[in-house]
């Protein structure tokens, strides 16, 4: 069955504390993994494209990486500004030829000072 | 260059009612998706809308309906509403259908059912 799994469920970091998140997924024909950040009552900001195994991509505090089975989310030195639920997205194959977005449960994440 | 936008952004209904949500996507995409995010579901997929056409579907029961305009507009309607069909509904829109391109979502519209 084609899953994306997330975890952990919620972390708890203080502020300068770095901690990755990890997205594993279970799709076949994977055609590309997305990262998502997502604050209170607010639609899902897009913040990486992973289309292969070895990729990494980074926007300031976060670097995102993929293997054939999972994606790692690498947060370093996080400010407070960082918490919010992060979203893990796989897009894959299916029968009839269609593509599909699954989403993972997120990651909840809350920086302290 | 203008983000999705999402109207209303908040509606209040009873039970047996129906509604329709509006999504404008970002100037230039054809693709629109609509997502149902429940605190227990998680996002989940109702549909895919490309060219006025529908090309994907989740598992959501027939009271679940959308359209797509020539504009690339899209419409969701809810029909017979139900207690459970409360959520935040988030429209997300890309340039090409079912491919490799980014959805950028929109705001949503918090739907509650009294």
């Known amino acids: 069955e084609d899953q994306v799994t997330q975890s952990p469920e919620a972390l708890r970091l203080q502020e300068g504390e770095s901690s990755s998140l990890n997205c594993s997924y279970t799709?076949?024909?994977?055609?590309?993994l997305f990262w998502y950040r997502q604050d209170p009552g607010k639609g899902p900001e897009f913040l990486f494209t992973?289309?292969?195994a070895g990729e990494e991509k980074e926007k300031e505090r976060l670097k995102a990486t993929l293997t054939k089975k999972e994606s790692f989310l690498h947060i370093t030195a996080p400010k407070p500004e960082d918490s919010a639920t992060y979203l893990c997205a796989v897009r894959g194959r299916f029968s009839g030829g269609y593509n599909k977005l699954i989403f993972g449960a997120g990651t909840r994440l809350a920086v302290h000072p | 260059k203008a983000g999705v936008t999402q109207t209303p952004r908040y509606l209040i209904k009873t039970r047996g009612q129906q509604v329709t949500l509006s999504c404008s996507p970002i100037?230039?995409?054809?693709?629109v998706s609509w997502y149902q995010q429940t605190p227990g579901q998680g996002l989940q997929f109702l549909f895919e809308y490309f060219s006025e056409t529908q090309r994907n579907k989740g598992n959501f029961p027939g009271r679940f309906s959308g359209r797509q305009f020539s504009n690339s507009r899209s419409e969701m309607n809810v029909s017979t509403l139900e207690l459970g069909d409360s959520a935040l509904y988030l429209c997300a829109s890309s340039l090409a259908p079912s491919g490799l391109d980014t959805q950028y979502f929109g705001p949503g519209t918090r739907l509650t059912v009294l």
């Open positions: 799709v076949s024909g994977l055609r590309g």
């Open positions: 100037s230039g995409h054809r693709s």
């Open positions: 992973l289309y292969s």
